[in-house]
């Protein structure tokens, strides 16, 4: 069964990080692409940022050069680092994934940035 789960999501004062995972399964992981996306409260989800197979990346102009994303294929595994964490950042933070022409999501982490 294909499963996506997202982990490390958490409360966070602004200006702090937080490292957020996407653990993968039930698929041949290092073929496929695999984004995040982020919803916040009462607005659209949205990228955030997305790695190919071969390490190549992109980020929304919104978190470009705070948010790094990296994948570990031996542990089926994709990671989103985020520095300097604004209020505006505070979203439920999804992985995704498109197989056979199907989107695949997880159930979502929330990050809160907050003081």
């Known amino acids: 069964q294909l499963q996506l789960v997202e982990s490390g999501g958490g409360v966070v004062q602004p200006g702090g990080s937080l490292r957020l995972s996407c653990a993968a399964s039930?698929?041949?992981?290092?073929?496929?692409?695999i984004g995040w996306f982020r919803q916040a409260p009462g607005k659209e989800r949205e990228a955030v940022s997305c790695?190919?197979?071969?390490?190549?990346?992109d980020y929304a102009d919104s978190v470009k050069g705070r948010f790094t994303i990296s994948r570990d294929n031996a542990k089926n595994t994709v990671y989103l680092q985020m520095n300097s964490l604004k209020p505006e950042d505070t979203a439920v933070y999804y992985c995704?994934?498109?197989?056979?022409?199907?989107?695949?999501w997880g159930k979502g982490t929330l990050v809160t940035v907050s003081s």
């Open positions: 039930g698929f041949t992981f290092d073929y496929y692409a």
């Open positions: 790695i190919s197979t071969t390490g190549g990346t």
């Open positions: 995704t994934a498109l197989i056979d022409n199907m989107r695949y």
